[in-house]
């Protein structure tokens, strides 16, 4: 155990940039979980990392406001394409929604092709550096959160909804990486599946709360990287979360849904 | 202080002392240890830049020169990774005058 490795300094952005992104994504995440399109966060969140990596290998940096335009921009037209391909073909969606996240990701692939540092570039925006994060560029996230959450309280379906989420998945991506933000969305949602609003987003919020308190006391602790390790937590305690009934009973063995 | 351990050369010519990495191991991110580690280093010895190529993330070199107040100088690294570096002498040119304007 090492405790000159629990330097605030170090772990409370990180602890404030996962509990900025669990604002938005608890909602955003039920609401995926209960449309039944789990890929769909997975194939946006890697849309926004398109444009991040595609803006790079034009030669623009991670601070520039021409990235944040592609992530943006490319987020929006992923959310209009998963949106026109849900009501066109709502039998096949999940299937559709698999395509275009391989697709993304192998475009990633190529965008970067020729460029000696593409690998890292890559692997950068999926495992994400939640360390990396400072106060400045957390209260934007913070600002641009409470105009989400305010559209999205008024206007929690249809289109909006894609918009909603293409903007505050575009912001997370950038924040914490892919698999941070496709953790924050499901696990907690998860946990709190078939409860009623005010109990399920209070407990989802500690849930996931408690997630990025433990993973990033574990990663001090254990001198692992904080962002898989908190993925871990986050896991660990929706399980624990969801109480005895989900653990011990499952919905129906071999076939109770179609 | 450098982001990676890719200053070698320049570090040997110029007489530059290393004091840690931000990324001992590219690809893998830190953990919260060896930043608490490196800014304990800093604060006893402190360094007076940052190196970080061009081509690099900002991100780590930006954080930790918000956390410890020491400069960040953004480096061409190779011919074309900066505007006035295109070729050899460039290069040189724009290296010094952007370590010699960080350490101003």
Redesign the interface.
């Known amino acids: 155990m090492?405790w000159?490795?629990?330097?605030l300094?170090?772990?409370l952005p990180?602890f404030a940039a996962g509990l900025l992104v669990l604002s938005t994504h608890l909602p955003l995440g039920r609401q995926v979980l209960a449309r039944g399109i789990i890929f769909r966060d997975l194939a946006a969140a890697q849309m926004a990392g398109l444009g991040v990596i595609a803006a790079e290998a034009l030669g623009f940096?991670?601070?520039d406001w021409q990235v944040q335009l592609a992530a943006g921009a490319s987020a929006l037209i992923g959310a209009a394409i998963l949106h026109g391909l849900e009501r066109c073909w709502p039998q096949i969606q999940e299937a559709l929604i698999g395509v275009a996240f391989v697709l993304t990701v192998t475009a990633s692939l190529l965008a970067v092709a020729d460029h000696?540092?593409g690998?890292?570039?890559i692997?950068?925006l999926l495992?994400?550096?939640i360390?990396?994060?400072?106060?400045?560029q957390l209260a934007v996230v913070a600002v641009l959160y409470a105009g989400l959450l305010l559209v999205h309280a008024l206007r929690p379906a249809g289109v909006v909804f894609y918009l909603v989420f293409a903007v505050a998945v575009t912001a997370s991506v950038q924040l914490v990486g892919v698999y941070l933000v496709f953790a924050t969305l499901i696990l907690p949602a998860l946990a709190v599946r078939g409860l009623d609003p005010p109990t399920a987003l209070v407990r989802g919020y500690l849930i996931g709360a408690l997630g990025y308190a433990v993973g990033?006391a574990v990663?001090?602790a254990l001198?692992?990287?904080?962002?898989p390790a908190i993925v871990w937590a986050l896991a660990v305690l929706a399980l624990a979360g969801a109480g005895r009934r989900r653990l011990f009973g499952c919905d129906g063995w071999a076939g109770g849904r179609p | 202080m450098v982001h990676h351990d890719q200053w070698v050369y320049l570090e040997d010519w110029l007489g530059l002392k290393r004091v840690g990495e931000l990324e001992p191991k590219p690809g893998i991110p830190p953990t919260p240890g060896h930043l608490a580690a490196l800014k304990q280093r800093l604060a006893r010895e402190p360094a007076r830049v940052i190196l970080r190529a061009a081509y690099m993330d900002l991100r780590p070199a930006q954080w930790l020169s918000e956390q410890t107040g020491i400069p960040v100088a953004v480096l061409p690294f190779t011919v074309g990774g900066a505007p006035g570096a295109d070729d050899l002498y460039g290069l040189f040119d724009v290296t010094l005058a952007r370590l010699h304007q960080a350490l101003q």
Do not use: C, Y
């Not at chain 1, 000159?4 to 330097?7: H, K, L, Q, S």
């Not at chain 1, 001198?223 to 962002?227: A, N, Q, T, W, Y």
């Open positions: 090492n000159g490795a629990f330097d300094g170090v772990l990180a940096h991670g601070g000696p540092h690998g890292e570039q692997k950068a495992a994400g550096q360390l990396w994060v400072g106060w400045r990033l990663s001090a001198d692992l990287p904080s962002g």
